[in-house]
């Protein structure tokens, strides 16, 4: 009989985790890739340019200022930027994606992060090319109107203004996760900014011990406070932590809590 030599077991290659920064890439390819994602993100430099040739066309002289085209180009962003962030969660589940995402990459949490992360980046690009829009038409405006050009944002007031974009894309993003459907999502979004601080603001109105309450809880008014660059005292930033403790944090935490625990399809 010959014996059979049996070689030495060779030891098994630990898988590295996908770095970071090519997660972020796969996130941002999927955000444009998608005709919702494309017309979505696509729609906030037309809207852009429209929203400024009007302030340009229907403004009076006297209007002709940077605050005015940032106004302008703002409220259509302000609506839109909450929309890709839903979108961008609820992608994985409204387009059956989610069952290939969470196999290449078993750690939920993660993903959920780097869908954070590549938000932020689409929102401050997107912010950016606001501020450029607004900033040529206040130069043309301004010289087609025959007034000096005002530029009357101070640096104080555009890093609030950033912040404001910010937050209504962590209000959407956090709904996303929430109830990870897309038309849900969505219109919980505009019950939430739409709806909700106008019953806030009434039962301020007809009960004297939420008035001092309310602007602890209603995230809208610390939002609108942002974009108009009026937070400025202490008392006021507790104000904005405690409606992002309340509208983002929480909800967020029991969401990702809940999607690490479902069936994905």
Known sequence: ???????????????????IARLVKVELRKMFNTRSGFWMLTS??????????????FAPDSDVTYASFASAVGFPMSVILPM??????????????????????????????????????VGLGSVAVAFTVGALG???????????????????MAPQMVLGNLVGMAIGFTLGVVLRNSAAAIVGYFVVSLVMPGILVLLA??????????????????????????????????????????????PLVIGVLLLRRSEVK
């Open 205 to 250: 109105q007809v009960r004297s011990w939420f008035e001092d309450l309310q602007p602890w809880i209603d995230w809208n008014e610390t939002q609108v406070a942002l974009f108009e660059g009026a937070t400025n005292t202490g008392e006021e930033w507790a104000m904005l932590g405690s409606t992002t403790m309340i509208w983002i944090v929480i």
């Open 84 to 121: 890709i962030a839903i979108l961008a969660v609820t992608s994985e589940w409204s387009q059956r994606s989610g069952l290939t995402t969470f196999t290449l990459v078993p750690s939920r949490g993660r993903v959920i992060g780097t869908k954070a992360v590549a938000t932020l980046l």
């Open 1 to 19: 009989m010959t014996a059979t030599i049996v070689p030495p077991a060779m030891g098994r290659r630990t898988a590295r985790p996908i770095p």
């Open 44 to 57: 906030i430099g037309v809207l852009s340019v429209i929203a400024t040739g009007a302030v340009v066309i």
């Open 138 to 156: 206040n130069v043309v405006g301004s010289a087609l109107a025959g007034v000096d050009t005002v530029w009357d944002i101070s640096l104080s």
